[in-house]
């Protein structure tokens, strides 16, 4: 199956191309299956390609194709080339197994949208950039699906482009993803001059042999932390992801969730030896970010009312500790927890359009409540995804969160409180968001009136094509947890997996005092998990105490609309003011040597138009005659 | 340097000639034709245009992609007492320009109607053809100057007779700007070809008999490098001599623009390298930081001002400073990635930005207004256009896959050894790109479509048969580009062996990649 690696990209693309060329023709829902068809086919070669791999000896789990010369010019060599190892696999199985599942939901979720088909000609397009993405044998082979998965993103999350917000929020999402792009772009520059090449092999070859490192290594670490930062939305660059919720609910559970924003996580784990070999301050600021991010987030979810603004804020905070387990030398950890995290926050986010689907395109919490009567699988999955997220044993999340928390602590304690009062607040606010939506009272009967234009308004149940992927996933988020327990070496089997790509980079923390008492941590981590669940019950639920969501929190700190202000106002102005100086000042002193000229000089006021025209046309017979006698010459001589 | 001396075999067909004199011929034709006849005088300037884009496309698959030097040299003398010959030549660094021309009149002649007086119209369309073909291929300095002055007449012609509103002054300020930079040349050209007499022994204006045989001393060289290359930084035109360009681009006719981006900033970014860096390599080291810089300001400046145009056309002439900007900095990085990147990306700009144009032409045709302020919700009403217009623009930004990336990001990541501020500032520009590109974007397609655009008719057929090779470019040249770096890299080669002959500076050669075959030879 190892040959067959090109396939595992080309499927998508296929299906994009001939979706491209009879869209129309296949409509619905020929045009979702195809598409579905054709990621789930990348699943089937990427299984097959996953256990050829786990077959060959640890050593040897690193294969490459190479399809032709992509930029050959002067030293730099380019190939389009994929990789297959542990790392690229994993991403691609989960990538197209939770793709697949997402198309699938998304055919009955776009049912009856005029652009069905062009939905999923996005969408396996993005999947196509994805692969390209994590496949990529070399970095530019990896920012070509860097920033085709951000040209998709601003494709689907302004899918519904009639709408000015959605609109808005796809241009902002590509503009802030640029920024994050110059900083991949000047790592790759970086590391090109350093190491010659922009493979990976090469460029971390270069990091193991002492020939990348210091301040080269901590360049090229940092600037690639900046493109991450963007692409996986961590401070200050995140703004964009919440915005994105503008598109449809697949899109952010696919893009905004599960897959894309998990791309600056994977290319920290790709070139690790560099990371490791850069001055230690690096890492420890990745860290800092990461927790830093996952905090703030976590704070500003506890006070949405959207439902999926809640789940948006969790992302930016998840993927926080995930940086957080970069900056802690826990690649594996990252990795763990960006796997289960594809599972509960896809489930979470296709429940949340299944309420939405079914509430006929409501959104706001407040107007939710006891939804779980009429919509009894949406809201038993979603309870899945909430204990898996929550930090409730044995639910996946728990497992992963844990082993970050345990490097954290390896690496500061410091990290690890502040990492546990996230955690608290994430127990905290996601039940909230499920006692809100599923428990309670129901709050939708008295907003019946203001519907009427949807009838006599009552929520109902998704069709099978929606709940199946719940089920599935719910299943996976439930079980997760087995790739990787804490009991004994034994069950290791993601680091052992990621051995062979990790193992320069991957801290060492046996004999730590943390290592040494992982189960007391295992315990803190329950009674924090278990706090913030009853706390929220109390609040929420019995509404025994009051809640304190002040306005600052649903504004996200003001940190976005100080952005908008700063842009709006003195960006604005300063960029008017070199539109104004170009036109003022640079070409009024060239009108200005023209007036000069003209009011000077009697003879020169004949070179205006009229003048001009005659010396054109003069200029030109001038030179035709002088080319046509060149010619009679030339054909005499 | 033999690389460069012009020995050719015998070439049965003199392919480089004909590509001058058949637009040529076509435009006497087409001016002699009768006024009774249109649909005569039209397929005679379709077929001449064909016809010479068919010799462009037979001259690259002629070429040989090993060889650096000038090649189907076709050279004659003229006036030999003044040493001024007919000498044209190919090289990796013109070729694609030429090929760029071919295909790109036959395109705007079919895909531009000027509607009125369309005689004359075609008439200059060739004249200008063929400047800017000998322009591309001469390599006699007199040569040069004619044909790099003929294209100003058709251009001002054409701007000033088929342009919009204010036409005559945008023609003027456009001939006057570049007459006075040609004016220099000029002069340039003159005493170039006087001082190299006391090297060579007898006066000649031959290009490369000059760059092998004189000897200039460093201050002479420098002077004469500035009269050339002022007149080449105007029609790059490189801050802060731009101010032309957003006149003339938005009142020319759609065809004018289009080839005026197309090709025609290209003689100059074209002429730094030929006329600049080839003929005095230590003037071009020697200054090489002020034009970095100013290309660097350029890129800047061009997106800044293009995010705040309320005028389409506008917008995408300041964004032609800009890109035009990631070209002058490849070219003074001096690196054979950034000077191949820049060569490419004269190609690619060309491309894209020619369908840029083609496309708020063709808004303009159905709105008759360019203010991006008067259009709304396009795409809800003609979402193939919508679509065409998206993927000329992502290559515009630069989105890796399509053909605008790989000029911007050799040029990049060629100059960053060489120039590394000068990228970390310039790299910003692709920010910047998607900024007023989005956005523009943004105001004009999405959104609900008001009532004076809901009207707004679909791309036609023979619109969509103008814009396919374009797109079709964009997306080859952006997945495949070694067949065009595989021929333009020889040339560069031997150009930047010549500097580093020439001068003390020295290119850097990666010495990590031990595999590569070619090293320092």
């Known amino acids: 199956m190892l040959d067959l690696l090109w396939l595992i990209p080309a499927l998508p693309l296929a299906g994009f191309v001939i979706i491209l060329l009879f869209g129309r023709l296949l409509g619905e829902p020929k045009a979702g299956y195809l598409a579905t068809a054709m990621v789930a086919g990348s699943f089937v070669v990427a299984a097959g390609v996953f256990f050829d791999l786990l077959n060959n000896p640890e050593e040897e789990r690193h294969h490459v194709q190479s399809l032709f010369s992509w930029m050959p010019v002067g030293s730099l060599k380019v190939d389009l080339a994929f990789l297959a190892d542990p790392l690229s696999i994993t991403m691609v199985l989960f990538v197209t197994g939770i793709g697949s599942l997402i198309h699938l939901y998304a055919t009955g979720y776009m049912h009856g949208d005029p652009k069905f088909s062009k939905f999923f000609l996005y969408l396996n397009l993005f999947v196509f950039s994805m692969l390209m993405l994590v496949m990529g044998e070399n970095l530019l082979v990896t920012f070509l699906g860097w920033e085709g998965v951000g040209t998709c993103s601003y494709f689907l999350i302004s899918f519904w482009h009639t709408r000015e917000s959605a609109a808005t929020a796809g241009k902002k ?259 909230r968001q499920v006692i809100m939506v599923f428990f309670g009272e129901a709050r939708w009967h008295d907003q019946s009136d203001e519907h009427g234009a949807h009838g006599d308004f009552k929520p109902h149940e998704s069709p099978a094509t929606m709940w199946m992927p ?106 008017d003011a070199v539109a104004w100086t170009d036109r003022v000042v640079v070409d009024g002193a060239v009108n200005g040597v023209g007036r000069v000229v003209r009011t000077t000089g009697s003879f020169v006021r004949r070179a205006q138009t009229g003048a001009v025209r005659n010396y054109a046309a003069g200029v030109g017979l001038g030179v035709v005659a002088l080319l046509v006698w060149f010619f009679l010459r030339g054909v005499v001589l | 340097m033999s690389l460069f001396a012009a020995s050719s075999p015998a070439v049965p067909f003199p392919v480089l000639t004909a590509l001058v004199l058949v637009p040529l011929i076509g435009a006497v034709l087409t001016a002699i034709g009768s006024r009774h006849r249109p649909e005569i005088t039209k397929l005679v300037a379709l077929v001449s245009s064909v016809v010479t884009a068919g010799m462009s496309l037979w001259l690259l698959a002629e070429f040989d992609s090993h060889e650096g030097g000038f090649q189907l040299v076709s050279k004659h003398s003229w006036i030999d007492s003044w040493g001024i010959g007919w000498h044209l030549g190919v090289d990796g660094i013109s070729l694609f320009l030429v090929v760029l021309t071919g295909v790109l009149f036959p395109l705007v002649i079919v895909g531009c109607d000027p509607h009125h007086d369309e005689k004359p119209y075609l008439a200059w369309l060739l004249l200008l053809e063929a400047g800017v073909m000998g322009s591309f291929l001469s390599l006699d300095l007199v040569l040069f100057f004619l044909f790099f002055e003929i294209v100003l007449v058709p251009m001002y012609f054409l701007i000033g007779g088929w342009g919009y509103d204010q036409r005559v002054y945008a023609a003027t300020k456009f001939f006057l700007y570049t007459m006075v930079g040609s004016a220099l040349m000029l002069v340039g050209i003159v005493t170039t070809a006087l001082l190299a007499r006391d090297d060579l022994g007898r006066l000649t204006f031959d290009l490369v008999e000059i760059a092998e045989g004189s000897n200039f001393a460093a201050s002479t060289g420098r002077w004469l490098f500035f009269a050339f290359a002022i007149a080449f930084a105007v029609k790059v035109p490189l801050f802060p001599l731009h101010t032309w360009l957003p006149d003339a681009h938005t009142q020319a006719p759609t065809a004018g623009s289009v080839i005026l981006a197309g090709v025609l900033l290209k003689l100059g970014t074209y002429g730094l390298l030929r006329f600049g860096v080839y003929l005095f390599p230590e003037a071009a080291v020697w200054s090489r930081e002020v034009f970095l810089t100013l290309a660097v300001i350029g890129i800047i400046w061009g997106a800044i001002a293009a995010t705040m145009q309320s005028d389409l056309k506008r917008l995408v002439a300041y964004s032609s400073v800009a890109h035009l900007g990631f070209i002058v ?134 619109e969509g048969a103008v814009l396919f090779p374009f797109i079709a470019l964009i997306v080859f040249c952006g997945v495949y580009p070694k067949p065009m770096l595989d021929r333009i890299e020889p040339s560069v080669k031997s150009l930047l062996e010549r500097v580093e002959e020439k001068t003390d500076f020295v290119v850097p050669v990666s010495d990590h990649s031990g595999h590569g075959e070619e090293g320092e030879g």
Not at chain 1, 511 to 530: C, F, M, Q, S
Not at chain 2, 367 to 396: C, D, N, W, Y
């Open chain 1, 470 to 575: 719940l089920v599935v996933l719910a299943g996976l988020s439930i079980v997760g947890g087995a790739m990787q327990l804490p009991f004994s070496k034994d069950l290791h089997f993601l680091e052992k997996w990621l051995h062979p790509v990790v193992e320069f980079g991957e801290a060492d923390i046996k004999g730590t005092w943390a290592y040494d008492n992982k189960y007391v941590l295992l315990g803190i981590a329950i009674v924090v998990a278990l706090s913030g669940i009853a706390a929220s019950v109390l609040v929420h639920g019995k509404k025994k105490v009051a809640a304190i969501e002040p306005q600052v929190l649903a504004d996200g700190w003001h940190y976005d609309s100080a952005i908008s202000r700063f842009m709006g106002g003195p960006g604005r102005k300063s960029f």
């Open chain 1, 173 to 431: 999402a590509f503009v802030t993803n640029r920024v994050g792009d110059w900083g991949v772009m000047m790592g790759m520059f970086l590391a090109f001059g350093a190491a010659g090449t922009l493979s990976y092999e090469g460029i971390n070859h270069a990091a193991e042999e002492g020939i990348i490192s210091g301040v080269t290594a901590t360049a090229i670490a940092l600037m690639l932390f900046i493109g991450a930062c963007g692409k996986s939305a961590q401070l200050p660059l995140y703004i964009w992801l919440p915005d994105a919720m503008e598109g449809p609910t697949p899109v952010s559970a696919l893009i905004h969730a599960a897959t894309m924003v998990t791309a600056g996580v994977f290319l920290m784990t790709r070139v690790n030896p560099v990371i490791e070999v850069a001055y230690d301050w690096a890492p420890t600021l990745i860290a800092i970010v990461g927790v830093a991010t996952a905090l703030f987030a976590a704070t500003i979810a506890v006070a949405q009312n959207d439902i999926k603004k809640v789940l948006a804020y969790s992302t930016v905070s998840q993927l926080g500790f995930m940086f957080l387990a970069v900056g802690s030398g826990a690649y594996v950890a990252a990795i763990f927890h960006m796997v289960t995290h594809a599972f509960f926050k896809a489930l979470l986010f296709l429940g949340s359009g299944s309420v939405i689907h079914g509430m006929h395109h409501e959104q706001d919490m407040r107007k939710m409540g006891a939804l779980r009567l009429l919509m009894p699988i949406t809201a038993l999955t979603f309870i899945v995804g909430w204990l898996a997220i929550a930090g409730v044993p044995p639910f996946a999340g728990f497992w992963s969160k844990d082993e970050i928390l345990l490097y954290a602590f390896a690496k500061s304690p410091i990290l690890y409180v502040v990492g546990m009062i996230t955690a608290l607040l994430t127990a905290y606010y996601m039940t």
């Open chain 2, 329 to 462: 900095l490849g070219t003074f990085a001096f690196t054979s990635e950034a000077i191949s990147g820049g060569v490419m990306q004269m190609v690619n700009h060309g491309v894209s930005t020619g369908a840029l144009f083609l496309l708020v032409g063709m808004i303009y045709e159905r709105r008759h207004t360019r203010q991006i302020s008067e259009l709304k919700g396009l795409q809800k009403v003609a979402p193939i256009f919508a679509a065409a217009f998206m993927v000329v623009m992502l290559s515009s930004i630069g989105v890796p896959g399509l053909n605008g990336f790989v000029g911007e990001f050799l040029v990049l990541i060629g100059s960053f050894s060489t120039a590394r501020w000068w990228v970390v500032i310039g790299a910003t520009g692709v920010i910047l790109a998607a900024l007023y590109l989005l956005w523009a974007y943004q105001r004009v397609f999405h959104g609900e479509p008001d009532e004076a655009n809901s009207s707004f008719r679909e791309l036609r057929l023979r």
